[in-house]
């Protein structure tokens, strides 16, 4: 099913998931505050690629069911701390931006391929993906948890090891099914009985599974969880992931596309010194996630400690 959307600065065609709207009320709950609209700068639209600059559109690929990140609000409009980066970025770079939502699967090989310009949906910079794509850094992660129904008797509160043994499942693509794999292991290593793992094409379709109970637990992203526990009829309990760690998270672009990779990296210092930055992450509480530098695969130019 797609949907045309628009807004002030964007054109969006929505692939939604179907099984999204089998769930209810799943994450509608979002910040409200406008985030003041930028001018062009003719320097930094300069900068980008010549088929960009005569088109005034960069296509951007998405799948736009992760809270915070970005998500479907219920008026269908796309709203998340991205979409706000990604609008300021557009505003001061002087163009439209052309934004398809798919499943997470298909962003890399999309952007890789050719078919789109560049992908967002908070992807983590990883030595492997920078080996077939590149990152222009703008965030990092902000924790991840286990999260559960309250009521399942399988699962001890605060007690990580009672997840060893049951079932779990994770989207196709993402980095949470390679997690959920480590912490298998993890558990085999205390002498516990491993995971479950299954494998869903869309985060809907996890969720689905859990609420229906054909897997005991999930993991996301906290404040992705934190949207999942106050806009859904159910009791979610969490639990912290002993095995997290913090990583930078990108805009993928293609390898050899460096004119656009230099003009984001320009509009996003562009959009800190201008305050729009600070203010997007006061917007949706991620401070912590903040970055006070940018720049390219920064995994390996400027990895963390």
């Known amino acids: ?35 003041p ?10 900068m980008l690629p010549a088929d960009i600059q005569e088109s005034g559109t960069i296509s951007l690929v998405t799948d736009a069911n992760y809270p915070p990140c970005q998500w479907f609000a219920e008026d ?25 939502s798919i499943d997470f699967a298909g962003l890399i090989p999309g952007v890789q391929g050719g078919r789109y310009d560049m992908a967002m949906e908070c992807i983590s910079d990883r030595v492997e993906r ?57 558990c085999t290593e205390q002498g516990l009985e491993p995971l479950t793992i299954g494998e869903f094409p869309q985060q809907s379709a996890v969720l689905l599974a859990l609420f229906s109970g054909r897997i005991d637990f999930a993991l ?4 992705a969880v934190e949207e999942v526990r106050a806009n859904n009829p159910v009791d979610i309990a969490t639990i912290s992931n002993p095995l997290e760690e913090v990583f930078y998270l990108g805009i993928v672009t293609a ?12 509009a996003l210092n562009a ?13 949706w509480n991620l401070q912590h996630a903040a970055l006070d530098e940018f720049g390219i695969n920064m995994t390996t130019t400027n990895p963390l400690p």
């Open 1 to 35: 099913m797609s949907n045309t959307l628009k807004t002030a600065s964007q054109r969006v065609t929505a692939t939604v998931a179907a099984g999204l709207l089998t769930l209810p009320a799943v994450a509608q709950g979002f910040p409200t505050e406008e985030i």
């Open 37 to 46: 609209a930028l001018d062009a700068i003719p320097e930094i639209h300069a």
């Open 76 to 100: 269908g409009t796309m709203v998340g701390f991205e979409v706000d980066i990604w609008d300021a970025l557009a505003q001061v770079m002087g163009v439209e931006l052309d934004i398809e």
């Open 130 to 186: 920078e080996e077939v794509v590149t990152f222009v850094n703008h965030t990092l992660s902000y924790g991840n948890a286990f999260y559960y129904l309250a009521d399942n008797e399988a699962i001890t509160a605060g007690d990580p090891t009672s997840l060893c043994g049951l079932g779990t499942a994770g989207q196709s693509g993402t980095d949470f099914l390679a997690r959920l794999s480590s912490y298998s292991d993890w």
């Open 220 to 223: 996301s992203d906290s404040s």
């Open 255 to 266: 390898q050899e596309n460096e004119e656009l990779q230099q003009a984001l990296l320009a």
């Open 271 to 283: 959009i800190y010194d201008a305050g729009t930055y600070d203010a997007i992450y006061e917007k």
